[in-house]
């Protein structure tokens, strides 16, 4: 028989995303369907960065595999919601709610999920028992770092870009693609503003030509790094026929809901982006040209910036009231509205923890298993749309 259902935690936010120094507040709930012991009833915030790289050693026989691993902590609050200073007590049948709120610290990475490596925070209810395994319930959360691209010097910058490839055989001639952004600064929900064309000077069709914006990832893990590359969003674009220019400048992208460029406050994870255009020109050759991204969530001043319609965006007026006071002056001047994006890239099934609760505890710990079943999670990110023109 199981002698706990329902086990929850249920915050007071609509939306499980915070900013740093924000309130966590909520309530954890449960039903005892069958009376135990118990010596504590408690709950824990954790923050925390984990990254594992793995290293083949090629002149093992035995194809021998290290693993090098860096575990950085943020924050880890733990409160007792009910307790007898250690002695055991009864939880008899009913239903139980017990309110909690702590506060997040002023300085925290944002949430970010990548293979092998993650910025992660949850809450953590747990029940112990004497001389049985510990009852508990995990729920994750989102942390949006602000990253105001008002203060990057870079984010005003134009780039640019070109490549050529040669068309051998008979189709001879030569593929040019070209790019360039007059600005590299953006926010999820901004229209990236495009100039550039691809010049097909074979008699040859270019079937497959795209763009897409890239995440360059790097994993620094102890005595150990590594890079990957991860595509958010690919636009494909139509046929080139031979002897023609396909012109970008009437094409719309879309920043699709994203972390900030960089590694604020984290040393263990450093992510950049760029905007790529790729023409397949025969299998294996590919004419590509690349323009640098700087992604955050404060949209620049200046800059002449489209977003992304309201359409289909609900409740933004409630999300807007959630946000720090700071952060609603820094974007009451522009001429769009925030709302929080969900992001299926970045979806993750969660099925282990790190036990924080000692401070000594060793950085290259590996994660525990969780009592309660893996959960389905991904984080969600500061979006913005159109403000409402009426």
């Not at 954890?28 to 984990?50: C, D, H, M, P, R």
């Not at 747990?126 to 870079?154: D, G, K, W």
């Not at 189709?171 to 064309?197: F, H, M, N």
């Not at 046929?239 to 879309?254: A, F, H, M, P, Y």
Request: include cysteine.
């Amino acid at each position: 028989m199981t002698i706990i259902k329902n086990f929850r935690i249920i915050l007071t936010k609509s939306q499980a995303v915070f900013f740093p120094e924000q309130c966590v507040e909520g309530i954890v709930q449960f039903n005892i369907a069958e009376k135990f012991e118990t010596t504590g009833i408690f709950l824990e915030l954790t923050g925390l960065s984990y990254v594992i790289v793995e290293e083949k050693h090629s002149k093992s026989k035995k194809g021998v595999v290290s693993q090098h691993t860096s575990l950085e902590r943020y924050c880890h609050i733990r409160i007792d919601l009910a307790t007898k200073g250690g002695t055991a007590f009864p939880l008899t049948t009913g239903t139980y709610q017990f309110p909690f709120s702590t506060q997040l610290p002023d300085e925290l990475p944002t949430s970010f999920e990548a293979d092998n490596g993650c910025t992660r925070y949850y809450l953590r209810a747990y029940i112990l028992r004497e001389s049985q395994s510990q009852l508990e319930c995990l729920l994750p959360f989102t942390v949006n770092t602000v990253f105001n691209l008002n203060e990057s010097p870079y984010a005003m910058r134009s780039d640019e870009a070109e490549d050529v490839q040669m068309v051998g055989c008979c189709t001879s001639g030569s593929v040019k693609a070209r790019l360039k952004l007059s600005k590299i600064g953006y926010v999820p929900g901004e229209i990236i503003q495009l100039d550039g064309e691809c010049v097909n000077q074979s008699k040859k069709s270019l079937k497959n030509t795209f763009l897409e914006i890239i995440m360059n990832v790097t994993l620094k893990a102890t005595d150990k790094e590594h890079s990957l590359q991860r595509s958010m969003k690919t636009w494909h674009l139509q046929e080139i026929q031979g002897n023609t220019t396909l012109s970008l400048d009437n094409i719309r992208l879309v920043v699709p809901p994203l972390p900030p460029s960089g590694s604020r406050f984290c040393n263990n994870i450093d992510v950049h982006y760029c905007l790529q255009l790729t023409a397949e020109v025969t299998s294996g050759v590919r004419c590509k040209v690349s323009v640098g991204l700087i992604i955050g969530n404060v949209p620049l001043e200046l800059g002449n910036s489209q977003f992304t319609e309201q359409e289909g965006t609900d409740n933004i007026g409630s999300i807007e009231t959630q946000l720090p006071e700071n952060l609603r002056t820094l974007i009451r001047k522009n001429l769009c509205v925030p709302v929080f994006r969900t992001s299926s890239i970045f979806s993750v099934t969660l099925d282990h923890h790190f036990p924080l609760s000692d401070e000594n505890v060793n950085n290259h710990q590996l994660p525990d298993k969780l009592q309660c079943p893996g959960i389905q999670w991904h984080p969600s990110y500061l979006y913005f749309v159109e403000k409402n023109k009426k």
